[in-house]
């Protein structure tokens, strides 16, 4: 397994992860483990959503440039350009 060292890491964070690794009596290595592993998992969710919305908006469907607008056929419909 590779190790990975942090530097910096801010007192108020550390103190939260320690409380969370305290209150399941657990290492303080095994919530960051949870923590990253969640952190990868939204953000692979995310990129996921992202790609098929692109997907979407490149596959939606659009007039023709020769079809006349909702007003024109409307106006056609009713009679008004008669």
Known sequence: MTQLST?????????Q??????????????PILTLLQRALEIETQ???????LQDIHQTRWRPSAIAPD??????????YDE
């Open 46 to 52: 995310r990129q996921s959503q992202a790609k098929i």
């Open 17 to 30: 992860i320690q409380g969370m690794a305290l209150s399941q009596s657990r290492s303080i290595n095994e």
């Open 7 to 15: 530097l910096e890491i801010p007192d108020s964070l550390y103190t």
């Open 70 to 79: 909702s007003v024109t056929l409307l106006r056609e419909i009713r009679g």
